[in-house]
Nanobody, 114 residues
């Protein structure tokens, strides 16, 4: 079964940075599209970044230029580097396949204070 475990969240001041990690098992990130999603309280889940098996990346307009998705195939891990964080980035962040087809894990909470 696919298991995706997110880590790296925390409390950070506006303008700060965090790097989230997604350790995958039961799926090879090297041959699957992978994505990062976030969900704020009372809001619908949204895709913030996707990386394809070919290495192409796409981003939500709200994070473009600030976030970078990457992967380490040897570690079977996907990362999300988040820079210039804003309070509106506060959410639970989860990873999944690039099209959200797998079961959702616990996620990791990112809280950005002003």
């Amino acid at each position: 079964q696919v298991q995706l475990v997110e880590s790296g969240g925390g409390l950070v001041q506006a303008g700060g940075s965090l790097r989230l990690s997604c350790a995958a098992s039961g799926i090879m990130v090297s041959i699957n599209a992978m994505g990062w999603y976030r969900q704020a309280p009372g809001k619908q889940r949204e895709l913030v970044a996707r990386i394809t098996s070919g290495g192409s990346s796409t981003y939500a307009d709200s994070v473009k230029g600030r976030f970078t998705i990457s992967r380490d195939n040897a570690k079977n891990t996907v990362y999300l580097q988040m820079n210039s964080l804003k309070p509106e980035d506060t959410a639970v962040y989860r990873c999944n396949g690039g099209y959200g087809l797998y079961s959702w894990g616990k996620g990791t909470l990112v809280t950005v204070s002003s």
